[in-house]
């Protein structure tokens, strides 16, 4: 549902018990999903979507995100996500959402950073050309903290992977949700059923591609703040992540 300024956009799921995770909670990964999907629906309610760009030969790409939850859906709830756009300029534009359960209280938000590449060059676009955008810009407020600086990881160890076919989407790199598929797979099953993640970071810098081989590497030398980074063989950072873990009780 799209508001009359079609500043504000919302949608509505039910989680279905083959969606869940095995704590019978909404996948970080679904949300994920469910992020860029709300995204692409609001884009193309204003025409500014795939359909939109693809014409110039671009299309947006995510380049952060900031996920910060007091609780997760659960197993045949409904959930809403709202989205609105914060701000942006000529380099990126910041969108926001708000995740609600099914009586319109907020679990948590979501800060996300977009930016428009060009499919040949695979170089950023001046989004200054993207004026309509400038119509859209909501004050909806968005109460958490903005992504903190992701540094390089000096200490920590580290699990090789070899990324293949089902790791890739339609930009023939690899994809967003697979990224963070294989990073909470660094952490245990006991870790989940004791911990959720109450906050993620994730920045994307470099793409990556079918059968390149990188170095999964975590410092968990803090339980609670858990820093990961995907780097490749010339020692190259292609995502940083942090996951703040909350004990359930």
Known sequence: ????????????????????????????????????????????????GYARLIQDNQVWVLSRVTIELEAYPKINENYTLTTWIEDYNRHFSQRNMRLDDAQGKPLGYVRTIWMVIDMSTRASVDMSQLGYISDKVSNLPCPIEPMSRLRPIEEGHAVDYTFGYMDCDFNRHVNTVRYLSHLMNLFDMDCYDNYFIRRMEV???????????????????????????????DGNDHVRARFLWQERH
């Open 1 to 48: 549902m799209c508001s009359d300024d079609k500043k504000v956009f919302s949608k509505t799921y039910y989680l279905a018990a083959g969606e869940c995770n095995p704590q019978g909670e909404m996948p970080l990964t679904l949300l994920m999903t469910r992020i860029i999907e709300v995204a692409t629906f609001h884009a193309n309610s204003w025409g500014a």
């Open 203 to 233: 920045s994307f810098i470099k793409e990556t591609h079918y059968g390149e081989t990188a170095q999964f590497v975590i410092d968990d030398s803090n339980p609670l703040d858990s820093h990961m980074s995907i780097t490749d063989a």
